[in-house]
């Protein structure tokens, strides 16, 4: 059964999504505390995100 788990196909979407969320809570957190770690990390979430978007974009034109 462990097996199944890993020939699944991920939800690549899905965790595009998650990662612009944590990124959107990253950013909320670093206006609030001023911390730039935080802003640091809400641009890194949100360029992945993108990127894993505009690549399953690529994969659908092709």
């Known amino acids: 059964m462990a097996?199944?788990?890993w020939t699944?196909?991920?939800d690549y979407r899905k965790m595009a999504q998650e990662?612009?969320?944590l990124g959107a809570e990253a950013a909320r957190r670093a206006?609030?505390?001023?911390n730039?770690?935080?802003?640091?990390l809400a641009r890194a979430l949100t360029s992945r995100a993108g990127e894993i978007l505009d690549d399953l974009e690529?994969?659908?034109?092709a």
């Open 3 to 5: 097996d199944a788990a």
């Open 8 to 10: 699944a196909v991920p």
């Open 19 to 21: 990662l612009a969320q």
């Open 31 to 34: 206006h609030m505390t001023g």
């Open 36 to 40: 730039g770690r935080y802003d640091r």
């Open 58 to 61: 690529r994969g659908r034109k």
